[in-house]
C-alpha cells in the first residue's frame, strides 16, 4: 500500500474544513505551539506545511525539509516566506488570496466612496445631534480616473467593479503580463510616476517586500494631481504615513482611507485625527466568508500540490485565474509531454530554445505553458525536484537562453500551433502541437516532418529509408516480442528518401527488440520514448 503524504498545520486555521479536505488524500498533523527547534527537527518528515503569519519559513527551515513539497499560507500576506529560496528547492509556496480576494475588494470601493462622500464625518456628525449638509460637500466617482498599483487579484477585482462607475481606469504593474491589462479594459501605464500624475483617486494593491516597502513617500506624493484621494487596504508601510501626513496638511491629498498601518495595532496616529481620513483596523479578511473560506481554500491548495497538479494561486508561479487555466490546461499537459522527447532523441547539450505561439494560443497568457515544456524537458536528465516552481530557473542557471513570441496570425493552415525549436551547437531540433476537435494534445510536427500523433506513454521513433517493406519488417519484429502497436503515423518529405515514423505501444519496448529493430536495412535510427 502505498504511503500517505504528510501535512503539518503550525498555526491556527479552520482546522475543520483543512481536515475535511485533507483526511482523504493525506495524513495531517496538528501541532500549534512547537518551538523553533523542534519545528526545525520535525519538518523534515512533512511533506506540506500550513501556516498563517507567525511561522518563518527561511532557508534553515526549508534545508531541514527534505521532503517538503508545499508550503500553504493561510490569508494573504507572505512576509514570513522566503520564497526565493522556496522556489530554488523547488518548493510550492501558495496562500489563500481568493478567500480574502472579494472582501478586500470591497472594503477598498467602501473606503474610495466613504472618502469621497464624507460618509463617516457625516455619520458621527448626525449623530451627535447636528444637522449640516453644507459641510459635506462630496465628489462623484463618475468621469474620474483611478488609478491601481497592482493589477493582480484584488487590484484587477477592484478595476471591474470601478469601471461600472463610468470610471477612465489606468493601472501601473511592471510584472503583469498586457493581455491582462486587456482583458480588464484597463489602460496600462508603463512608469509608476504617469499613474500618480493622472489620477484623481489612487488604490495600491501591491504585496509587501523590499521594493513596495516606501512606494509612496514625498517625492512621489509632489507628483501627483491637486486634490488626490488615496486608498490603501493591502499592506501598512507601502505609503510613507510621515509623507501622506504632509501631503495631506498640505492640501495636496484631500482625502485617504487606510485599512492598514505601518504599526498595528496603530494607536495615537497623527493620521488618525485629520477630518480628510478614513481608517478601519485591518478589516480587509474580515468577513464570516472569507474566515469560512481560508481553510478550506488553502487545504485545496496543498492538496493539488501534493498531487502534483498546477495550482492557480501559487506565490511562485505564473499568475493565473481558474478560468485562464482551464483554457490552457490541456497545453500544459501537451507542452510538457513534447518537452520529454529531446532528450531521449538527442545528447547534444541545448544552448536556445525558441517557443512560438500562433493563433488563438497567442491571446493567453503563455508563460504556464513554456514552463511546462521546460518542465518536462529537464525532468527526464535531472535527479532533484523539477516541477513548475523551479523549471525556469533551473533552465537558465544551465545557460539555456529562452526566446517566447507570439504571433496573432495563424501559421500553415492552423487557428492555434506552438512551435518549439532547439538549437545545439550544430543541431536544430524542432516539433509543433495543437488541440485536436476534442480538445486533445497533438504532435503536429517533428523535424520538420508533418505527423499527427497523440503523445501517449509508450512510443518508438524510427528514422528511415523510405523504401517498400520496411513498415512490415518493424511490425513482424515486435509482434514477435508481444508488442502491440496501438496506432503508427509516417511522415516524409520526398518521395524515396528519408521517412519518420512514430509507433504509439501499448508497453514498454525491451533494449534487445529495440536492437533487432535497428538491425533492419534501411533503418537508420530508432529511440524510444517513455513520456
Known amino acids: 500500500m502505498k504511503e500517505k503524504k504528510k501535512v503539518l498545520i503550525a498555526e491556527r486555521v479552520n482546522i475543520a474544513a483543512v481536515k475535511e479536505v485533507l483526511e482523504r488524500e493525506v495524513e495531517v498533523d496538528i501541532k500549534l505551539d512547537l518551538s523553533r527547534e523542534n519545528l526545525l527537527k520535525e519538518i523534515g518528515n512533512y511533506d506540506g506545511l500550513i501556516i498563517r503569519s507567525s511561522t518563518i519559513v527561511d532557508e534553515e527551515l526549508l534545508s531541514s525539509a527534505k521532503k517538503l513539497k508545499v508550503v500553504g499560507r493561510g490569508g494573504n500576506g507572505i512576509d514570513n516566506i522566503d520564497v526565493d529560496a522556496a522556489t530554488k528547492k523547488g518548493v510550492v509556496v501558495a496562500n489563500t488570496p481568493d478567500s480574502n480576494s472579494i472582501s478586500a475588494c470591497e472594503l477598498t470601493i467602501g473606503l474610495i466612496i466613504a472618502s ?61 503580463p498586457d493581455e491582462r491589462f486587456e482583458r480588464l479594459g484597463v489602460i496600462k501605464r508603463e512608469k509608476l510616476e504617469d499613474l500618480l500624475l493622472e489620477s484623481d483617486f489612487i488604490t495600491i494593491h501591491t504585496p509587501k517586500t523590499r521594493e513596495t516597502i516606501g512606494m509612496i513617500g514625498e517625492e512621489e506624493i509632489k507628483k501627483m494631481k491637486e486634490g488626490v484621494r488615496v486608498v490603501n487596504a493591502a499592506r501598512g508601510g507601502i505609503i510613507d504615513e510621515v509623507a501622506l501626513l504632509a501631503g495631506m496638511k498640505s492640501g495636496k491629498i484631500i482625502g485617504s482611507g487606510l485599512d492598514v498601518h505601518e504599526i498595528e495595532p496603530s494607536y495615537n496616529n497623527p493620521l488618525f485625527d485629520l477630518e480628510g481620513t478614513v481608517v478601519t483596523p485591518h478589516l480587509g479578511a474580515s468577513t464570516i466568508e472569507a474566515q469560512e473560506n481560508v481553510g478550506e481554500a488553502i487545504a485545496k491548495q496543498v492538496l493539488c500540490a501534493l498531487q502534483g497538479e498546477v495550482i492557480p494561486n501559487a506565490i511562485n508561479l505564473p499568475t493565473l485565474n481558474r478560468d485562464e487555466l482551464k483554457v490552457i490546461k490541456p497545453y ?76 496573432i496570425e495563424n501559421y500553415n493552415g ?13 543541431e536544430v531540433f524542432t516539433l509543433s502541437g495543437n488541440l485536436s476537435t476534442k480538445n486533445e494534445g497533438r504532435l503536429v510536427e517533428i523535424l520538420g516532418f508533418e505527423v499527427d500523433v497523440t503523445p501517449t506513454e509508450n512510443m518508438l521513433v524510427i528514422k528511415n529509408n523510405d523504401i517498400p517493406g520496411v513498415i512490415g519488417k518493424i511490425g513482424t519484429i515486435l509482434g514477435n516480442e508481444s508488442v502491440n502497436i496501438a496506432s503508427m503515423q509516417v511522415g516524409r518529405t520526398k518521395i524515396g528518401e528519408e521517412a519518420l515514423m512514430i509507433l504509439n505501444v501499448d508497453n514498454d519496448v525491451p533494449v534487445e527488440t529495440v536492437n533487432r529493430v535497428n538491425e533492419i536495412d534501411s533503418i537508420l535510427t530508432v529511440k524510444k520514448v517513455k513520456l
Do not use: C
Request: overall charge positive.
Open 116 to 176: 469621497s462622500r464624507h460618509i463617516t464625518k457625516a455619520n458621527d456628525y448626525l449623530k451627535s445631534g447636528k444637522w449640516d449638509r453644507k459641510r459635506f460637500i462630496g465628489s462623484e466617482l463618475y468621469n474620474k480616473t483611478l488609478g491601481i498599483i497592482g493589477l493582480g487579484r484584488i487590484g484587477g477585482l477592484v478595476a471591474s467593479r470601478m469601471k461600472a462607475f463610468d470610471m477612465k481606469v489606468i493601472a501601473y504593474d511592471p510584472y503583469i
Open 332 to 407: 500544459l499537459e501537451l507542452m510538457e509531454k513534447l518537452g520529454k522527447l529531446y532528450y531521449q532523441l538527442y545528447t547534444t547539450p541545448i544552448e536556445i530554445i525558441d517557443i512560438n505561439y500562433y493563433g488563438s494560443i497567442a491571446k493567453q497568457d503563455v508563460e504556464m505553458i513554456t514552463v511546462a515544456f521546460l518542465k518536462g524537458l529537464l525532468e527526464t536528465i535531472i535527479k532533484e525536484r523539477v516541477n513548475y516552481v523551479n523549471a525556469k530557473l533551473i533552465a537558465v542557471d544551465r545557460g539555456i537562453v529562452i526566446n517566447e513570441r507570439k504571433y
Open 414 to 426: 492552423y487557428t492555434d500551433l506552438i512551435k518549439d525549436k532547439i538549437r545545439a551547437k550544430n
